[in-house]
């Protein structure tokens, strides 16, 4: 081809600071966790006892089934479709696992261990089993996710208080407090070690699945086509992409982290019940603020993980800060409308 | 010599990562029509965008009757007399041509309301005074013909009392017979003493009706001439920086045995009955007006929209294809029509957009090989000569030319026996042109079986081995390249002409005849 490449030019980038900060600046990922720590660190000068071990451990530890679930969220509105079930789900699954853990009806070979790991492992199974089913319905007979999963929303809410009767589920085995695990107890840190041998399960739930999806997402052919066929459905299909294949996947997997996400919030306290706190619009919220572009395509689960810490530090800040938590809601709201707003001003920037 | 209404002195514009403009001067006169030319990427876009307010320049001045002024909006420039017609024309489907004519500065009754009657009037007195008077100004812009929408964004300008008028690409999506209409508008807006900036791919248009021709290059100034000073040659060389010999380097290619044969082929409704055959080193070209079944035929080849009826044979063996995934297996590229919506993924980089095809070959267990991923990426630079600072470089930020290169390129990425080019060279300048046939020859003499659908008679006949033609979704002649000339290809593209009462020159506005 040596005939053609005669004005070959390879223009390198250059590098200044201004090109540094504006690249810092302009991933969501780096303003998030700038965010984060400037936040604490406020908080903090205004009220000393916001920096204390046990409140440090529940700002990351809070949301950490959230930023679980939002693993899945990501990549379902990274295809570009959504998923406003995922709260119904998680309760779903969360009594089920609840359930299966005091069911007392068990033939006598059943010990009590193999009851519990039933009860954490059942409902990752089942989630993504109803995950699959919804991905077929959107793939295979092209409806809407946003239909599907309103009608899977109202189908879960209602079988669940049908089947409940909306009672409470206590009395769970002893052992079976997954979330309540601290797994770096006995172990010392050279570094902040109160803190970290406080830090329970969900937290490193949170952190390894974060990573490792995050790589998976990144350096894989799968979690490519799922950027592909958000970005261009049709240029990624003619690229032998399969559209169903991908979409099917995403909803799978967002099944299982729904699943995961519900056994850490079943194992958190002595009680489950069926409240229904709008816990799906707080997934979505951490993912859009994550900067995951609600029109698809873009977008990384490592933001949308800092983005559900984020949100928790803003709710527990409000109380050191003396501040009506009735305002969580109203900010929540206002980060949403900012993180589109700078969406939108990226894009607009970049076909400039 | 008249004082120039608009001059752009010293225009420096720079992007992250790119100078978009490089010390660039321009200047419109009254009454003249003054070319600007340049490849795709050359800048031609970005100064438009500067004289007409939407980008402010880093550095440089702008003076309109020689008071230096600064535009900061599109509606600075507009107050200025400066009026910009865009390639995709901006005007309200929805709304009446008078609405439209009229969108922003209606005229008002006393209370204040709009003054309809008045407005009505106003756009018939306009429309006439460029002697259109066949238009209806109640009726709703989205019902109007191409041509027409551009003449009511022409009208639209004047009824701000435009003095200069920037077309871009005017005659890229209109029919022959509303390019003679927009040249004799063109010519009633000089007499008038309207300076026109007009902005063109198609050379032999600049020659028609140019007065003045200014050449960007990469971003800098060449010349501006006299257009009558000027041949054919000398603008391509300004424009490319080196003279481009041949625009279509066909070499001879030895043609091996069949690669691809397609027997009977049938999709509903879009193709009928089509066999033929695709030897290996061979070019052969797929003629037709738009919607004959030349696109559709291809797709189904590819098995994105799978056969009802028919077969394909792949080196004499009959295979099933029904997904994309399946022809590229036995080999098959597809390079679409559209490479916008088809064939690029905006938000990806150049290095994902080219390994998008063969990233299972790229992977060893689950992960991608970043290394052979970014390799695949500097290769398919420096073989088709893409101007990009890296494989890092979202798509979206390159020129239609290089884009069109990214998409090429990872189709060679899968290293085809069979490749199908849906319109290979729509919407990019001569140097890529030129650069993108070269390189079809080329493959073509590795072995590689190439099937080119084109509306471009030059491209069909320049590049061709062999000629296919189809009409409403038949094959229905085949030319060798000796026999084949423009006008027998055209008969058999057009069919039997006076059968369904339309003209010729209604059929022929599918087409782009540009020798």
Known sequence: ?352 | MQPPILELNHITKTFPGVTALDDVHFDIRPGEVHALLGENGAGKSTLIKVASGVYEPDSGEIIVEGQPVRFGSPRDAQAHGIATIYQELLLYPELSVAENIFMGHAPRTRLGAIDWATMRSRSLEILASLNIDDMDVTRKVGSLTVGNRQRVEIAKALSMNARVLIMDEPTAAITESDVERLFSIIELLKQRGVGIVYISHRLNEVFDIGDRVTVLRDGRYIATEPVDQMTEDKLVSMMVGRTIDNLFPKLDAPIGKVVLEVRNLTRKRVAHDVSFQLREGEIVGMAGLVGSGRSEIAQVIFGFTPAHAGSILIDGREVRITTPGQAMRYGIAYLPEDRGTQGLIRQMDLRANTSITVLRALSRATFINRHKETQLAYSTIEQLSIRAYGPQQLVGKLSGGNQQKVVVGKWLATRPRVLIVDEPTRGIDVGAKAEIHRLMSELAQQGMAILMISSEMPEILGMSDRILVMREGRLVAEFSRAEATQENIGLAMMGDIGNNGKSVNSQLDGVEWQA
């Open chain 1, 1 to 352: 081809m040596a005939s053609i490449t005669q004005t070959v030019s390879v223009r390198r980038q250059r590098f200044s600071p201004s090109s540094i900060l504006r690249s810092v600046l302009g991933s969501q990922e780096s303003v998030l966790l700038l965010a984060l720590i400037l936040l604490i660190v406020w908080v903090g000068s205004e009220n000393r006892q916001f920096l204390a071990t046990r409140n440090m451990v529940n700002v990351f530890a809070g949301n950490a089934y959230i930023a679980i679930a939002a693993l899945g969220m990501t990549m379902v509105i990274i295809t570009g479709n959504i998923d406003i079930s995922v709260g119904s789900l998680m309760v779903t699954l969360s009594m089920l696992s609840g359930a299966i853990s005091v069911y007392d009806g068990y033939p006598s070979w059943v010990s009590t261990d193999l009851t519990i790991a039933l009860a954490w492992v059942l409902p990752v199974i089942v989630g993504a089993l109803v995950g699959a089913i919804i991905g077929f319905i959107v793939t295979y007979l092209r409806i809407p996710a946003i239909v599907v999963t309103l009608g899977f929303l109202s189908i879960l809410k209602g079988l669940l208080i049908i089947v409940s009767g909306g009672d409470r589920i206590t009395g769970m085995p002893k052992g079976y407090a997954l979330a309540q695990i601290r797994p770096l107890e006995d172990v010392s840190m050279p570094i902040f070690p109160a803190f970290f041998q406080t830090l329970t399960m969900p937290v490193f739930f949170m952190v390894i699945l974060t990573i490792l999806v995050a790589l998976w997402m990144r350096y894989s052919p799968t979690g490519r086509a799922l950027y592909a066929v958000g970005g261009n459905a049709e240029a990624a299909r003619l690229s032998g992409i399969s559209r169903h294949r991908v979409v099917m996947t995403a909803f799978i997997l967002n099944g299982v982290f729904v699943g995961i996400a519900a056994v850490m919030n079943a194992t958190q306290f002595s009680v489950i019940q069926v409240t229904l706190p709008p816990i799906e619009l707080t997934i979505i919220t951490a993912t859009v603020v994550g900067g995951v572009s609600i029109l698809g395509g873009t977008g990384t689960v490592v933001g949308a993980m800092l983005a559900a810490i984020f949100l928790n530090t803003i709710t527990k800040a409000l109380v050191f800060l003396d501040i009506s938590p009735f305002w969580t809601r109203a900010i929540q709201g206002m980060l949403i409308l900012i993180t589109v707003l700078a969406d939108l001003y990226r894009r607009h920037r970049q076909s400039a």
